[in-house]
């Protein structure tokens, strides 16, 4: 028995670090995003990735886009959002479609 209870603390511990959208959230909104420079594709292959802005140590911090290869054939990116939520906003990860 007491294995098991060290096993399910062991994986809430675990799973209280993974971090999800609802976990970054900001009282105000991000600013107007820059006007990025989308270089040559590598390949017909690459999807380009846009850049997004990320919380970080109390202020916006622009990330760059970048080329990608989907991870399944045909892939298309998703981009991440802010969405406005009461009294401010919440972050939500992009993903592949």
Known sequence: MK???????FALALT???ASAADVFVRFGP????REVVVV???RRHVWV???????H????WTNGYWAVPP??????VPGYWAPKRGGYIWFNGHWR
Request: aromatic content about 18%; proline content about 18%.
């Open 3 to 9: 294995r098991f209870v060290a096993i399910g603390v």
């Open 58 to 61: 109390g202020r916006y911090v």
């Open 72 to 77: 399944r054939g045909r892939g298309a990116w």
């Open 16 to 18: 209280s670090g993974v």
């Open 31 to 34: 600013p107007p995003p820059p």
């Open 50 to 56: 846009p850049g997004y802005y990320q919380w970080h």
């Open 41 to 43: 594709q590598p390949s």
